[in-house]
């Protein structure tokens, strides 16, 4: 007879599954962060021109918004394990070549951006699958803790992925890349070894009404499609993070040591965050702390805008990554519970066009604002456009607003699936 005092439902280090997907993927998130900082780093060493960095972005940018709709259709017609598997083979190979043409001195700007962009068709596949395992690996009532956890691996890999990877880059671009190809070898070792503990339902047969599935179904369901936009429109308008040197500089008066500090903030209070969130389950009014987080984002924003000291602007970027985490936490878990499993593919592949835009056209917005009103000004407008959007959406989304817990029932998701 179990003991009454048995960890499994308490503990995620009980759930292998879990496990497994929690090292694959911050093996995968240290590799890919290594990978960015050699990239940059090479292609402005061969060509000189700051214009190529921008290009690294675009043809990861394209196949992640074109291939969306696609991968997510994909994420529920197959086995989605092995679709993030075969991703991330597909990911170390374009790795390893970059290794090998770099080491052999056959490496150029278009090859490298040649592969850069076969690692983005791969990802865009990769992502909604990934996205959409969690719930197969944890039994619902962990759901919160698991995305928590989960997030943690992100943000270890954006502190320290791109520091190792820079100390690695004095060995060589060659190192480097060799370094992030074990890691990914790792990973997909670790995604081979996964098993659910849930076995996944079937699959519904292919078609064109089942690829757009995604956006009806949360053009159907209010909440979700309440959470998705009020994380587009946060994301839009709190880009403080893209100003960052010219508050360094400028404002600020620090070196690239500040700039490093300020760019490692947010990552800090959000990796302490999720290790928070890991042990405490949010249990009621979630849909009042989902918003209060959100306004504390817009908030810690405002804070930043107003400092010039580098102490407060560095808790101001601290408060804002931690409020970011818990907003996070919340919308992760009740878009993947209010999405019946069959969807979650295609609803995450919509989810990440939102999340993609959002932050390329927040820097971009950021960036014509403070060319247009100043970079002090630009920010103060973010987080008071912040702010207003948390009011209208409270406003709009009513359910939303009064939700008091992250589960609901089946039978409550039933009826959007069946508009479809």
Sequence with gaps: MPSPTAPRSDSLLQHRAFVAFWCARIASGFGFQMLSVAVGWQIYAITGRAFDLGLIGLVQFIPSVLLALPAGHVADQFERRRVVLL?????WTAIVLL???????????????????VIGVAKAFESPSMQSLLPALVPTSMLPRAVAVSGSAFQMAMILGPAVGGLLYVAGPGVVYLTAAALYLVAATMMARLRYEHTPPKREPATLKTLFAGV????????????????????????????????????????????????????????????????????RRVGMIMFA??????????????????????????????????????????????????MRGRVSAVNAIFINTSNQLGEFESGMLAAWLGAVNATLLGGIGTLVVVGLWMTMFPTLRRRQKLHVEPADVEPATNTL
């Design 293 to 342: 987080s959100v306004a504390g984002f817009g908030a810690a924003t405002l804070v930043f805008a107003v400092s010039t000291a580098l102490w407060l602007s560095l808790l101001a970027l601290f408060a804002l990554g931690a409020f970011d985490m818990v907003s996070m936490v919340i919308r992760g878990a009740l878009v993947q519970l209010d999405t019946p499993d069959a």
């Design 216 to 283: 009806h179904f949360i053009r159907a369901r209010k909440d979700v499609l309440g959470v998705i936009s009020l994380d587009l429109f946060a994301v839009l308008l709190g880009g403080a993070t893209a100003l960052l040197p010219i508050f360094a500089k400028d404002i600020l008066h620090t070196g690239p040591w500040g700039l490093g500090l300020l760019r490692a903030a947010p990552a800090v209070g959000a990796l302490l965050m999720s290790v928070w969130l890991a042990r405490h389950d949010m249990q």
């Design 87 to 91: 991703g991330q083979i597909a990911e």
């Design 99 to 117: 290794a090998a043409l770099t080491m052999t001195h056959r490496i150029h700007e278009t090859g490298i951006l040649t592969l850069v962009f």
